[in-house]
């Protein structure tokens, strides 16, 4: 309406002297110019950081290892019990156990987390068998829809990719 009917104009905040956007706020402004800082890439972990403050803060807390901390924290094994592992196509994965509880129903369960293929997998149950078989049947129909799009084949136990 202020163009158009106001012919009103307003000179840009900024200019980038790099690529020749204007911007009308500041804001704007900043926030692509962050676009052209250099990128860093971690020694450890391998990701590309932009940004000379965010890579500082990045290599703070970088273990070299993307997985969330759970995954990271050894099992704990109470008492009694041995130490849990699942096997799919002849790689080990630790399960951890925990709790959960639905903020709504305020219904605990058992959860039975594993870190696989670069995601965290869950089974939840009133007990852990039950938590195992449902984080195994997650687990065995991702691996289903995987196979049937063609993107992974079953090798000698193992799955592979398929080449391009």
């Given at each position: ?38 990128s860093y890439t971690c020694d450890l972990c391998k990701k590309k950081i932009t940004g000379k ?66 995601k965290g997998w869950v089974g939840r149950g009133e007990t852990r068998d039950e938590a195992r ?32």
């Open positions: 309406h202020f163009i158009e009917i106001h012919k009103f104009k307003q000179a840009a905040y900024r200019k980038c002297d790099i690529c020749n956007l204007d911007f009308y706020e500041e804001r704007k402004y900043n926030t692509h110019m962050k676009k052209h800082d250099p403050l965010w890579f500082r803060k990045h290599i703070e807390k970088c273990y070299g290892d993307d997985r969330p901390n759970w995954a990271r924290a050894p099992v704990e094994v109470q008492p009694g019990e041995d130490k849990e592992v699942l096997e799919i196509y002849g790689k080990e994965y630790d399960v951890r156990w925990g709790t959960v509880t639905n903020t709504f129903t305020k219904k605990t369960r058992i959860a039975a987390r594993a870190w696989i293929e670069g078989n449902m984080l195994i049947k997650a687990l065995k129909n991702h691996i289903k829809k995987t196979m049937d799009k063609g993107l992974y084949t079953l090798e000698d136990g193992e799955l592979v990719p398929e080449p391009t």
